[in-house]
């Protein structure tokens, strides 16, 4: 008995691009595909019926079988790796399915990650291993639980087959799910060739896609820079809010959606240090948790410059008028990072003296080595209860500057427009309780390389809902153990 069509509706549009954009590949097909995990509530939103995919989804979700109406694509890119421009880099183990329009009329991508390889392989398999393939399903799922744009995780597949890295590795297959897959290092590909026309074209179609309400401006391409940087300045802002470390921001890895992508060496803050670095190949902290803003604004300086040619006729103004964009992130992020700041501690009300308040306690925190996460979660309490101060000061290994700071803290607090009911709430709901702690997501990940995927369900389970606090599960919100210091990412995937 053949199994009925699977039609996906996709509607594509990247592929109305001229050729030199893609190259049409099909996913090379796997010895024995098992489903490890699926997003029902993503497959309902993107108006694919469970019921249906879920019968197939091994061979769907591995590139075994493919949609009926599906045509798929690997996309051609270039970026700028550690600062250093590599020309041609592409989708060398992704292949883009195809486009589908969801429940609320947004286009999204599906893309598998892991299926074999493409003309943008050079030297790599085009496969991926289980490790990295959870660990991007967890992590991008919790970014999407806090709130912030991200790419997502539609299912995960083991092969059945051996992925050869340092050491032979079960191959896993992700498919993931963006409002595109369109890079910063997309507008670099053909700006470096001088391939301006590519370069308009690509610029109308991420303005008609992401940003149409900007399509009959008559600065459409200077407009098109200025949302970027506006959406990355909010992007950023949140990533540092919630001490979320990137870890590899090339341009290759920053979208023009504003949605964060590529999460291979990403990890959460534990003690607060902005120097932090986890990823194992950042040899000299490029990428370190507090260099994230200035990184972001050099990455769409990037894209000013594949941009600027398109502009205007009048280089030299189209140059300044760019170059006044970039300059003005570092304010555009700092009124995104302020507001949640303020959220942070609490304060529903602007006051000058806010900045130093929230500065000092940064200071204070960097000084004690006290948790990010546990910090802010324990404040919410402490917003309303100074009885609660000693779960605070046992963060801190130098609890004084704590107090210090929560005189003047209350002081504020006192002259705010907050109830302390609103108070309570509203830190509660921008201060998470749980995080993806790093040794948890390792034991997940471990968990399941070993045959047992309960550790990587209850984990995700408990970080679809950030805000609640479950008693019986309250060593989740914990650090690691100093044992399991320091920690360490890798790229290997
Ligand atoms: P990343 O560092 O993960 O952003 O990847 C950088 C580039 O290397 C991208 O163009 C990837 O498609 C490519 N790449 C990474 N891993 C592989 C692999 N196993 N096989 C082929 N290409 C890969
Ligand atoms: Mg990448």
């Given at each position: 008995?053949t199994s009925p069509p699977i039609i996906f509706h996709f509607h594509n549009s990247y592929q109305?691009?001229?050729?030199?954009?893609y190259?049409r590949v099909v996913p090379v097909p796997v010895?024995?595909p098992?489903l490890?995990?699926f997003n029902h509530?993503l497959a309902d939103e993107l108006g694919l019926d469970p019921a249906i995919l879920e019968p197939s989804a091994p061979d769907l979700f591995s590139g075994n079988r493919l949609p009926t109406d599906a045509a798929p694509i690997a996309m051609?890119?270039?970026?700028?790796?550690?600062?250093?421009?590599?020309?041609?880099?592409?989708d060398?183990?992704a292949i883009l399915l195809g486009e589908v329009i969801d429940r609320?009329?947004k286009r999204r991508d599906i893309q598998l990650k892991g299926s074999g390889?493409t003309?943008?392989?050079?030297?790599?398999?085009?496969?991926?291993?289980?490790?990295?393939?959870?660990?991007?399903?967890?992590?991008?799922?919790?970014?999407?639980?806090?709130?912030?744009?991200?790419?997502r995780a539609l299912a995960a597949v083991?092969t059945?087959?051996?992925?050869?890295?340092?050491?032979?590795?079960?191959?896993?297959i992700l498919t993931r799910v963006a409002?595109s897959h369109?890079?910063?290092?997309?507008?670099?590909?053909?700006?470096?060739?001088?391939?301006?026309?590519?370069?308009?074209?690509?610029?109308?179609?991420?303005?008609?896609?992401?940003?149409?309400?900007?399509?009959?401006?008559?600065?459409?391409?200077?407009?098109?820079?200025?949302?970027?940087?506006?959406?990355?300045?909010?992007?950023?802002?949140?990533?540092?809010?919630?001490?979320?470390?990137?870890?590899?921001?090339?341009?290759?890895?920053?979208?023009?959606?504003?949605?964060?992508?590529?999460?291979?060496?990403?990890?959460?803050?534990?003690?607060?240090?902005?120097?932090?670095?986890?990823?194992?190949?950042?040899?000299?902290?490029?990428?370190?948790?507090?260099?994230?803003?200035?990184?972001?604004?050099?990455?769409?300086?990037?894209?000013?410059?594949?941009?600027?040619?398109?502009?205007?006729?009048?280089?030299?103004?189209?140059?300044?008028?760019?170059?006044?964009?970039?300059?003005?992130?570092?304010?555009?992020?700092?009124?995104?990072?302020?507001?949640?700041?303020?959220?942070?501690?609490?304060?529903?009300?602007?006051?000058?003296?806010?900045?130093?308040?929230?500065?000092?306690?940064?200071?204070?925190?960097?000084?004690?080595?006290?948790?990010?996460?546990?910090?802010?979660?324990?404040?919410?309490?402490?917003?309303?209860?100074?009885?609660?101060?000693?779960?605070?000061?046992?963060?801190?290994?130098?609890?004084?500057?704590?107090?210090?700071?929560?005189?003047?803290?209350?002081?504020?607090?006192?002259?705010?427009?907050?109830?302390?009911?609103?108070?309570?709430?509203?830190?509660?709901?921008?201060?998470?309780?749980?995080?993806?702690?790093?040794?948890?997501?390792?034991?997940?990940?471990?968990?399941?390389?070993?045959?047992?995927?309960?550790?990587?369900?209850?984990?995700?389970?408990?970080?679809?809902?950030?805000?609640?606090?479950?008693?019986?599960?309250?060593?989740?919100?914990?650090?690691?153990?100093?044992?399991?210091?320091?920690?360490?990412?890798?790229?290997?995937?």
């Amino acid at each position: 008995m053949t199994s009925p069509p699977i039609i996906f509706h996709f509607h594509n549009s990247y592929q109305t691009l001229p050729e030199r954009f893609y190259t049409r590949v099909v996913p090379v097909p796997v010895a024995d595909p098992r489903l490890i995990v699926f997003n029902h509530a993503l497959a309902d939103e993107l108006g694919l019926d469970p019921a249906i995919l879920e019968p197939s989804a091994p061979d769907l979700f591995s590139g075994n079988r493919l949609p009926t109406d599906a045509a798929p694509i690997a996309m051609v890119y270039a970026g700028h790796q550690f600062g250093h421009f590599v020309p041609r880099l592409g989708d060398g183990r992704a292949i883009l399915l195809g486009e589908v329009i969801d429940r609320n009329g947004k286009r999204r991508d599906i893309q598998l990650k892991g299926s074999g390889k493409t003309p943008y392989s050079r030297q790599g398999d085009g496969r991926a291993w289980l490790g990295p393939v959870l660990r991007e399903y967890l992590l991008s799922e919790a970014m999407h639980a806090l709130g912030i744009p991200t790419t997502r995780a539609l299912a995960a597949v083991t092969t059945g087959e051996i992925v050869r890295r340092e050491q032979p590795l079960p191959g896993a297959i992700l498919t993931r799910v963006a409002a595109s897959h369109i890079r910063i290092g997309t507008f670099e590909y053909f700006a470096a060739r001088g391939d301006y026309h590519a370069v308009q074209a690509l610029a109308d179609h991420v303005l008609a896609r992401h940003f149409p309400d900007l399509v009959p401006e008559h600065d459409r391409y200077w407009a098109l820079l200025q949302a970027v940087t506006e959406r990355q300045a909010y992007l950023v802002a949140r990533w540092m809010l919630v001490g979320f470390i990137h870890g590899v921001m090339n341009t290759d890895n920053m979208t023009v959606s504003g949605e964060t992508i590529d999460y291979g060496p990403c990890a959460f803050l534990d003690a607060y240090d902005p120097a932090t670095v986890f990823s194992s190949i950042d040899t000299w902290g490029r990428y370190a948790f507090g260099k994230q803003p200035d990184i972001a604004a050099w990455n769409l300086a990037r894209l000013a410059g594949a941009l600027i040619p398109i502009m205007e006729p009048d280089n030299q103004n189209a140059r300044e008028r760019a170059s006044a964009v970039i300059h003005g992130f570092p304010a555009r992020f700092t009124q995104y990072w302020l507001e949640g700041m303020r959220r942070k501690i609490g304060l529903g009300s602007c006051a000058e003296e806010d900045v130093a308040l929230i500065q000092d306690l940064l200071a204070a925190m960097q000084a004690g080595a006290a948790d990010f996460t546990l910090t802010f979660r324990r404040l919410c309490a402490a917003s309303v209860n100074a009885g609660t101060d000693e779960t605070l000061r046992v963060l801190f290994t130098q609890p004084a500057a704590f107090d210090a700071w929560a005189v003047r803290w209350r002081a504020r607090l006192q002259q705010d427009t907050l109830s302390d009911a609103e108070r309570l709430a509203s830190m509660r709901a921008t201060n998470p309780a749980y995080i993806p702690r790093n040794h948890r997501v390792e034991a997940a990940l471990e968990a399941a390389l070993q045959g047992d995927t309960g550790p990587f369900e209850t984990l995700l389970a408990l970080l679809r809902h950030p805000w609640d606090d479950r008693p019986a599960l309250a060593e989740y919100a914990d650090p690691p153990p100093p044992s399991q210091w320091p920690f360490q990412t890798f790229c290997g995937t």
